[in-house]
T-cell receptor, first 113, second 111 residues
């Protein structure tokens, strides 16, 4: 099925551990995004990549790094996980303006203990 | 900072009733206003969107009403069904900027 694939779906980390969330899209979209969703906070943009080779900070970038590996793949790395990073993480992709909508993956539920 | 304020935070509607969710924005440069629907355990999905050159857009039971002078837009779900129970997000953007999302409304349609 065409769409956005995120791995893993669930992860538990200990404080200070690192991990990388993987995202791949097969819709030939130029732009990709990482959001986190927390109760009562909505969707907050962490980082985005408007096109292959570029990345930019969003609203809440602290504690995260990203890599746009190629047009299909956009990864999110937590170098030293903190309990405040417990959240559901969504990757999304879109055409350059997003007017056909963002296509979201099914999310990664991350718990940092 | 660009903001989109969404209300109510949660909403309970009886089956067959009308669900109304409201959003207000500050940035007059916003020129695209989508609504996203999210079911539990899933990512959000585009539901319906409007540009500011029209005051209303309807797709089936879903209607967006847009008031440019008041900088407000709303989602109306007619004949609400239990299958409409989900979280709804309004959003806005301008130019090549990323979407700014509201905080979401949890809708429960009781049978």
């Amino acid at each position: 099925n065409a769409g956005v694939t995120q791995t893993p779906k669930f992860q538990v980390l200990k404080t200070g551990q690192s991990m990388t969330l993987q995202c791949a899209q097969d819709m030939n979209h130029n732009s990709m995004y990482w959001y986190r969703q927390d109760p009562g906070m909505g969707l907050r943009l962490i980082y985005y990549s408007a096109s292959e080779g570029t990345t930019d900070k969003g609203e809440v970038p602290n504690g995260y790094n990203v890599s746009r590996l190629n047009k299909r793949e956009f990864s999110l790395r937590l170098e030293s996980a903190a309990p405040s990073q417990t959240s559901v993480y969504f990757c999304a992709s879109s055409d350059i303006r997003g007017l056909d909508g963002y296509t979201f993956g099914s999310g990664t539920r991350l718990t940092v203990v | 900072q660009q903001q989109v304020k969404q209300s109510p935070q949660s909403l309970i509607v009886q089956k067959g009733g009308i669900s109304i969710i409201n959003c207000a924005y500050e940035n007059t440069a916003f020129d695209y206003f989508p609504w996203y629907q999210q079911f539990p355990g899933k990512g959000p999905a585009l539901l319906i969107a409007i540009r500011p050159d029209v005051s209303e857009k309807k797709e089936g039971r879903f209607t967006i009403s847009f008031n440019k002078s008041a900088k407000q837009f709303s989602l109306h779900i007619m004949d609400s069904q239990p299958g409409d129970s989900a979280t709804y997000f309004c959003a806005a953007t301008s130019g090549y900027s990323t979407l700014t999302f509201g905080k979401g409304t949890m809708l429960l349609v009781s049978p």
